[in-house]
Structures are given as structure tokens and as C-alpha cells.
Nanobody, 115 residues
Framework: QVQLVESGGGLVQAGGSLRLSCAAS????????MGWYRQPPGKQRELVAV???????NYADSVKGRFTISRDSAKNTVYLQMNSLKREDTAVYYC?????????WGQGTQVTVSS
């Protein structure tokens, strides 16, 4: 059983920063993909950033240059540093883990950017 626990969401003014964390527990294999997706109000869930073991991160065009994903494999934790936040970044952010053909999701954490 795999569990993902997110933290770090909240309310921030436009131009501000937040850092999300996601800790994975359970059977975590050395090779996997971890990342972040988000679901803005009234919209579908979309990819924000993912990072696969041994590979460079991939980012959505809308966050390139502003968000940085990183991981601590020893702690099975992935982070999302979000800078220069915009109102359109408002969403529920979900942590995601993909390994051996199975996908796992966290419960989500709300990020609200005010003007």
C-alpha cells in the first residue's frame, strides 16, 4: 500500500511563493515518477511538473521558469517550489506517484493566489 501526504498549500498574494511537499510511504521502488498535478476551479486536472528517477524534470509551459520540482529519494519526498505565483495558479494541487504500471494520488492541497 502506498500513501502520499501533501503539505504546504495555503493563501498567498500574487507574486508570492509557496513550497509544497509530498511524502510517500509504503512500498516505494527505486525507479518511479513523482510529480504534481492541479485542478483549477471548474476545470480538469492538469500536469504541473513531474520528475522520473534519473531524468530531467518536465514542466507545463504555464509554470516554466516559475516552478521548480525536486525530490529527495532517500526520504521518498517530492517538492514543488512555486515562485511568482499568479491568480491562475489557484487550484487544488495533487501529488502523484507512478511505479510499475500503477498510479497513486494524494488527497490534494489547496493553493489560492489573491490579487
Amino acid at each position: 500500500q502506498v500513501q502520499l501526504v501533501e503539505s504546504g498549500g495555503g493563501l498567498v498574494q500574487a507574486g508570492g511563493s509557496l513550497r509544497l511537499s509530498c511524502a510517500a510511504s509504503g512500498i516505494i521502488l527505486p525507479f518511479n515518477r513523482m510529480g504534481w498535478y492541479r485542478q483549477p476551479p471548474g476545470k480538469q486536472r492538469e500536469l504541473v511538473a513531474v520528475i522520473t528517477t534519473g531524468s530531467s524534470p518536465n514542466y507545463a509551459d504555464s509554470v516554466k521558469g516559475r516552478f521548480t520540482i525536486s525530490r529527495d529519494s532517500a526520504k521518498n519526498t517530492v517538492y514543488l517550489q512555486m515562485n511568482s505565483l499568479k491568480r491562475e495558479d489557484t487550484a487544488v494541487y495533487y501529488c502523484n506517484l507512478f511505479q510499475v504500471g500503477r498510479e497513486y494520488w494524494g488527497q490534494g492541497t489547496q493553493v489560492t493566489v489573491s490579487s
